[in-house]
């Protein structure tokens, strides 16, 4: 997936940035299988949007499963392209994992031994 299209800045996309990355994070979360399948994933999500500060338990409570999905993807998004990419694809997990280690980049993220990518969802 394009992160770009997904999560960027009213300063790379002008002023309609937000409505126009959470619409493109809502279809991309239609036209996938979602990846927060479960009600145990929904609800990690749930509680790590929570753990954000960014929204109160009604807000989040309302969410629907597509929405969830959505943020998800956005947040997975976000952290690609602060590791200076624009796909998973275009990571260099060597430099990600030194940015991470010193603070500079989301730790979230990650390429484990089995040469598959994980976003860690925990406190």
């Given amino acids: 997936m394009n992160c770009f299209t997904l999560s960027h800045s009213a300063f790379e996309g002008g002023e309609n940035a937000g409505q126009n990355t959470w619409n493109a994070s809502?279809?991309?979360?239609?036209?996938?299988s979602p990846p927060l399948?479960?009600?145990?994933k929904l609800q990690a999500m749930r509680d790590f949007a929570r753990e954000?500060?960014?929204?109160?338990?009604?807000?989040?409570?309302a969410w629907s499963d597509n929405e969830l999905n959505a943020l998800f993807l956005q947040?997975?998004?976000g952290d690609v392209r602060e590791l200076?990419?624009?796909s998973l694809g275009?990571?260099?997990?060597?430099?990600?994992?030194?940015?991470?280690?010193e603070g500079q980049a989301p730790?979230?993220?990650?390429?484990?031994?089995?040469?598959?990518?994980?976003?860690?969802?925990?406190?």
């Fill in 26 to 32: 809502k279809k991309q979360a239609l036209n996938s």
């Fill in 37 to 40: 399948n479960t009600p145990e």
């Fill in 52 to 61: 954000s500060g960014g929204w109160n338990r009604e807000e989040i409570a």
């Fill in 75 to 77: 947040w997975i998004a």
């Fill in 84 to 86: 200076g990419a624009d």
């Fill in 90 to 101: 275009e990571i260099d997990w060597e430099e990600a994992e030194e940015m991470q280690s």
């Fill in 107 to 123: 730790s979230n993220i990650f390429k484990g031994d089995d040469g598959k990518i994980y976003f860690y969802l925990g406190n």
